[in-house]
């Protein structure tokens, strides 16, 4: 009950496309999501995070959508850039006291 | 760059030895909380230390322990080190306005990167 699972394991894209991540979870007290970008050599970086009292989070060119009744939330990333290029985690938590809960990450690659 | 600093960066042990992570959090931060990050995986919670007391724990066996310092600074102590402890250490830190008063955003280190041979 305390998975993440994410899916794609790898994801290419083309420069300017979409990229699309999805995330499920199990346990149902999880009331906070965020998505992290980490680069190799690096810690993990916050993206964009929700709750699950709105369905969409947008900044710049990162959305989260998010299905409460589904159990799934996913990452857009619009006009992909090879800067873009890393590993993105999803995550969960009870709370935002970040004990957080990891999918295994995407390693996406933007092709320019 | 976060205000996160995590020591040393790369370390290697042998099987059966005891090692020592550091982590120096970000300024005004009072919360720490460390990851194992085994190689392609996601990270996975250890523990969590909240103004020098243990808040939270992962599934880990008890070789895993913490201490936090009155400068919220922290320390992860592994013992008996086991070949599967090989794996990235991340800590985060973040400011806990009080217990379940809501948090800033976590900021991580880099991370050691510990391997046991």
């Known amino acids: 009950q305390q998975q993440v699972k994410q899916s794609p394991q790898s994801l290419i894209v083309q420069k300017g496309g979409i990229s699309i991540i999805n995330c499920a979870y199990e346990?149902?007290?999880?009331?906070?999501f965020p998505w992290y970008q980490q680069f190799p050599g690096k810690g993990p970086a916050l993206l964009i995070a929700?709750?699950?009292d709105v369905s969409e989070k947008k900044e710049g060119r990162f959305t989260i959508s998010f299905n409460k009744s589904a159990k799934q939330f996913s990452l857009h990333i619009m006009d992909s850039q090879p800067g873009d290029s890393a590993t993105y985690f999803c995550?969960?938590?009870?709370?935002?006291?970040?004990?957080?809960?990891w999918g295994a990450g995407t390693k996406l690659i933007i092709k320019p | 760059e976060t205000g996160v600093t995590q020591s040393p960066t790369h370390l290697i042990k042998t099987r059966g030895q005891q090692v020592t992570l550091r982590c120096s959090s970000q300024?005004?931060?009072?919360?720490v909380s460390w990851y194992q990050q085994a190689l392609g995986q996601g990270p996975q919670f250890i523990f969590q230390?909240?103004?020098?007391?243990?808040?939270g724990r992962g599934n880990f066996p008890p070789r895993f322990s913490g201490l936090q310092f009155p400068n919220y600074s922290s320390e992860l102590n592994v013992n008996a080190l086991e070949l599967d402890d090989s794996a990235l250490y991340l800590c985060?830190?973040?400011?806990?306005?009080?217990?379940?008063?809501?948090?800033?955003?976590?900021?991580f280190g880099q991370g050691t990167r510990l391997t046991v041979v």
């Open positions: 230390y909240y103004r020098e007391e243990e808040n």
């Open positions: 985060a830190s973040s400011l806990v306005f009080r217990q379940g008063g809501g948090n800033t955003e976590a900021f």
């Open positions: 300024s005004g931060h009072n919360t």
């Open positions: 346990n149902t007290a999880f009331d906070y």
């Open positions: 929700i709750r699950p």
């Open positions: 995550a969960a938590s009870r709370g935002s006291n970040y004990q957080l809960i």
